[in-house]
């Protein structure tokens, strides 16, 4: 079964720091892995997704990911954090096992911004 | 384009009271449906999906139920309300042959 981790439930960064988040993810056949944003009360916005193209994938609001196939990794990057991007992110991965198109989440890590 | 809505936003209800959480879908046809459900600290947990009308696979046993009455309409529902059932209430829909997920705003589900 596929599964995913992600290293830190809690991230602190400054205003103008790197943002790195961390995911690592098992699959038994090549992946999609997708990277998602939630702010506040409500849903789930999808910021990025790799989909067996690019390994280096942009997104929107400056972030973007890489996926190392030999690390089994996909961790998001901003260069520069802005205080919108405090929010928590979920990392997702194809669960091909399933009977339909479903996505094992990981739990979660919540980016804290200190200005 | 495609747009999702989940209503209520809100809702406060006793334990033991029924419960009807409904989602829509528009812009597309067919879509995969799924109900999630995310309590404090526990990610995303995923109660129902929906690969077309009538069709519900539930993939953890509970009091809650849903149902597909029609292709962009998605319905959760239960007889007896438990505390347990308190968190947040998000829909999903993904293309056919997709696995790309749009969610809805959600709803915020209180037992008292």
């Known amino acids: 079964a596929q599964s995913v981790t992600q290293l830190g439930s809690h991230v602190s960064v400054s205003e103008g720091a790197l943002v790195l988040l961390r995911c690592n993810y098992s699959?038994?056949?090549?992946?999609?892995l997708f990277w998602y944003v939630q702010y506040p009360n409500q849903g789930l916005q999808l910021l990025l997704k790799?989909?067996?193209?690019?390994?280096l994938v942009k997104g929107i609001n400056g972030f973007e990911a890489e996926f190392k196939k030999s690390e089994t990794s996909f961790h998001l990057t901003k260069p520069s954090a802005h205080m919108s991007d405090a929010a928590e992110y979920f990392c997702?991965?194809?669960?091909?096992?399933?009977?339909?198109?479903?996505?094992?989440f990981g739990k979660g890590t919540k980016l804290s911004v200190i200005p | 384009s495609q747009t999702i809505h989940q209503w209520p936003a809100t809702l406060v209800q006793p334990v033991g009271s029924p419960l009807s959480l409904e989602c829509t879908v528009e812009?597309?046809?067919?879509?995969?449906l799924y109900w999630y459900r995310q309590a404090a600290g526990r990610g995303l947990q995923l109660l129902f999906y929906s690969v077309g009308i009538g069709q519900i696979s539930s993939e953890v046993p509970q009091n809650l139920s849903a149902s597909r009455p029609q292709d962009r309409q998605f319905i959760l529902s239960s007889k007896k309300l438990l505390l347990s059932d308190s968190g947040f209430y998000l829909c999903?829909?993904?293309?056919?042959?997709?696995?790309?997920?749009?969610f809805g705003p959600g709803t915020r589900l209180t037992v008292t």
């Open positions: 999903a829909w993904s293309g056919r042959d997709s696995y790309e997920q749009y």
């Open positions: 997702a991965v194809s669960d091909s096992g399933a009977g339909s198109y479903q996505l094992t």
């Open positions: 812009g597309t046809s067919n879509p995969n």
């Open positions: 790799y989909t067996s193209a690019a390994t």
């Open positions: 699959s038994s056949v090549p992946p999609y």
